[in-house]
């Protein structure tokens, strides 16, 4: 700066100071003529009076002023003026980090990242760079978000050496996957989603010969990218090419991402710093996030390696997937809806992300959220079954605890509830909690009343811990009061949800419906038995969760529920059904011969069944239950496969909705009920019409059989009831 410059910088200051000076002293002066009586003007009827300035005003201002004398004096403000503390800009390490950092590196002769990463000032300088030239798409903490790539993790597209990094900061990087719009029709794009997933070991509805024709469009098109045609590899390296079968997702990993993925490609850039930052400033930046990884592995190291698989195998026990993931979308990422007769209200993102997860909280805030309901920024709505996971031992929560930390940190922002007043003011939930929540803890005794039919104490008790718990059946198959509460003195005796029947399970209704522990217990882990199929929400459950237990825990839960418990007992009239099947004089009748051009040519002319296209209907539990209304709405809706396992797959099931009136449905279902289930109360044309109002109007028969679509376009603000 020129002497022109230090003048004119140095006389402005000082002329606005004694300026300001002079202004205080003039109201000063005027100040005891001031009289508070005096209107000066009026304004939409309120008048300005012209009261006093109060003394202490003028006191702050003198104090300011002295205060402003001696920082000019003291430290650089006065144009050239280096003050008499001889302050420097470097002398502040968070304004400056560069100068500092030259003279912390100029004593370093060992650069690597890993050495440069034990030396807290550089990784302190480093943080600061990182926050101002980074952080705004990697996040503060380094840990990306959509659509940037996570840095403290182990997947690294061009490589995570040294070499690799500092390469990367200092030229950038270009990616590019081109749009495959023109070449691919809309079937062919799903089709090589669903085999990408599959690829991935992701559970997916979708059919065999899909999966498979999505392959073919692969291995002619993708994979001289994206496989470097060594089994042991999933990607080609040497161009860059993302890996597309693990769960690590640069631009999301629904269907709905990796379908608009293919169908209009991506332009990933990463700017080039050289020139723009130091060799310094690049390793210390390095360094930053060098610290970052080692740190996150320092902490995953911590965990106990069997707690962590114990903890996947309780995950899939109490079916976190299921809610915490939103269809066809990645798992643990969130975004399931959960429509109540209060609004809408979205399942969140618990992986390990730290801006959208669960990465912030620690072992007593993730506790209290799953057994207390308590989050960290609200009490948790009672759709997240902490009334249930509270009898989860602390031993298996510190299991799920170590789990959950360890799979994929999704980026992936958790989705607005839509909940009216006062349903979403979350204090609010307190109250719900205080009311209606049962914090007694369970009773592992057997009842006096069951003490001759259970035979195996430890399996009944292990079955409840299971059941009432983890599994958290009765949060489905119980039903729920005016305020979503369940109805403690009804468990297991069944509820409504998404337009199906979770039925009943309660001991005197499996008693009657002829289950016995082997059929449950068959039902429960394959989802697949003499009574039936599982199918809708249960056929996930099977999917996500229980094909995964041993065989012990599985036939735990079915023994525990067919013994039943205190106030869950089979009523001493209680009298199994037994269906004849079609007698020759049913074989006569109109309504055999409605069955036998409708549902015969699937379900075998006897209702039997057929393998691999339709499940049997004699002594199916679905058919024998007291409540029809399944029976109603699978005629009403169709079906489609469960998906559970290919070499037990089922047709699709047609919907009746626009063949048959209520009328002739209504005769179809009760002479199969009759017959096939034992069941001789009719079904009127009235049940048929009032499950099927209910289902138009939440969408659900719209087309020949339920889809994933229909659920996740349906009018969220129906709830099914």
Aim: with cysteine; aromatic share 10%.
């Amino acid at each position: 700066m020129n002497v022109l410059w230090h003048l004119w910088a140095l006389g402005l200051t000082i002329l606005f100071f004694f300026l300001m000076i002079g202004v205080v002293i003039k109201y000063w002066r005027s100040n005891h003529r001031a009289n508070e009586n005096t209107v000066i003007d009026t304004f939409d009827g309120i008048e300005e009076r012209d009261a006093p300035v109060p003394k202490l005003l003028f006191i702050s201002y003198l104090i300011s002023f002295i205060l402003s004398a001696g920082y000019l004096v003291l430290y650089p403000g006065l144009a050239g003026w280096p003050g008499l503390l001889d302050w420097k800009q470097s002398n502040d390490k968070l304004s400056d980090p560069t100068t500092t950092l030259q003279a912390q590196m100029s004593v370093i002769s060992d650069r690597s990242l890993v050495n440069l990463a034990s030396d807290d000032l550089i990784v302190t300088s480093g943080q600061i760079l990182f926050q101002t030239h980074c952080a705004a798409c990697h996040r503060s903490n380094a840990q990306g978000q959509e659509n940037f790539p996570n840095l403290i993790d182990h997947d690294w597209l061009w490589g995570g050496s040294d070499e690799d990094i500092l390469d990367t900061i200092n030229n950038g990087r270009e990616g590019v996957m081109p749009s495959w719009k023109a070449v691919f029709t809309p079937e062919q794009i799903e089709e090589l989603a669903y085999f990408i997933l599959a690829k991935g070991n992701r559970d997916i509805d979708a059919p065999a010969v899909k999966i498979q024709i999505g392959q073919s469009i692969f291995e002619e098109n993708c994979i001289k990218c994206h496989w470097d045609g060594k089994p042991e590899n999933k990607n080609n390296e040497d161009i860059n090419a993302p890996n597309l079968f693990d769960s690590v997702w640069l631009h999301g990993g629904s269907v709905e991402d990796i379908q608009y993925s293919i169908t209009n490609g991506w332009i990933s850039i990463m700017p080039s710093f050289q020139g723009k930052l130091s060799e310094d400033e690049v390793l210390a930046i390095g360094a930053f996030i060098t610290r970052a990884r080692l740190d996150n592995d320092a902490k995953l190291a911590k965990l106990n390696s069997s707690s962590v698989q114990r903890g996947k195998y309780l995950a899939r026990a109490g079916d976190c997937v299921a809610c915490h993931s939103a269809i066809g979308g990645e798992p643990f990422a969130g975004g399931l809806p959960f429509v109540t007769p209060f609004g809408t209200l979205y399942s969140t993102n618990i992986t390990p992300h730290i801006d959208e997860g669960i990465g912030s909280y620690n072992y007593d805030e993730f506790r209290a959220a799953l057994v207390d309901g308590k989050g960290k920024h609200g009490y948790l709505y009672p759709a997240m079954p902490y009334t249930s996971y509270q009898y989860i031992n602390d031993k298996d929560i510190r299991a799920l605890w170590d789990y959950l930390q360890t799979i994929v940190a999704v980026p992936r922002r958790d989705d607005k509830n839509d909940m009216m007043f006062p349903s979403n003011v979350r204090l609010g939930l307190l109250g719900w909690n205080l009311v209606f929540m049962d914090t007694a803890p369970l009773d592992y005794q057997v009842p006096n009343e069951l003490a001759k039919q259970v035979d195996d104490v430890e399996k009944w008790q292990r079955g409840k811990y299971l059941a009432m718990g983890l599994g958290h059946c009765s949060e489905c198959h119980t039903p729920r009061n005016f305020a979503q509460a369940l109805e403690s003195d009804r468990l297991f005796h069944g509820n409504l949800i998404d337009g199906w029947n979770a039925p009943a399970i309660d001991a005197n209704e499996l008693y009657i419906d002829g289950w016995d522990l082997k059929s449950l217990t068959d039902f429960l882990k394959t989802g697949n038995s003499g009574k039936g199929t599982a199918f809708a929400g249960m056929a996930d459950v099977v999917k996500n969760s229980l094909q995964y237990m041993t065989l012990d825990d599985i036939e735990s839960i079915a023994y525990y529920l067919l013994k039943g418990d205190k106030g869950n007992l089979i009523n001493a009239n209680a009298v199994k059904l037994s269906p004849s099947g079609f007698t020759d004089s049913a074989y006569q009748t109109a309504d055999y011969k409605l069955f036998s051009e409708t549902c015969g040519a699937c379900h075998g002319q006897d209702g039997k069944g057929r393998n691999s296209i339709a499940p049997t209907l004699l002594h199916n539990g679905i058919i024998m239950h007291s409540d029809p209304y399944n029976t109603i709405a699978v005629t009403i809706r169709g079906l489609s496969p469960s998906y559970i396992d290919e070499r037990r797959n089922f047709m699709s099931m047609v919907s009746f909705s626009e063949i048959f009136s209520d009328e002739k449905l209504a005769q179809l279902i009760s002479f199969v009920r009759k017959y096939l289930g034992d069941r001789h109360e009719p079904v009127t044309r009235a049940d048929v019409k009032k499950v099927r109002l209910q289902l138009e109007k939440a969408g659900f028969t719209g087309g020949l059989h339920t889809t994933p679509d229909m659920f996740i376009h349906r009018d969220k603000n129906i709830d099914i009831e």
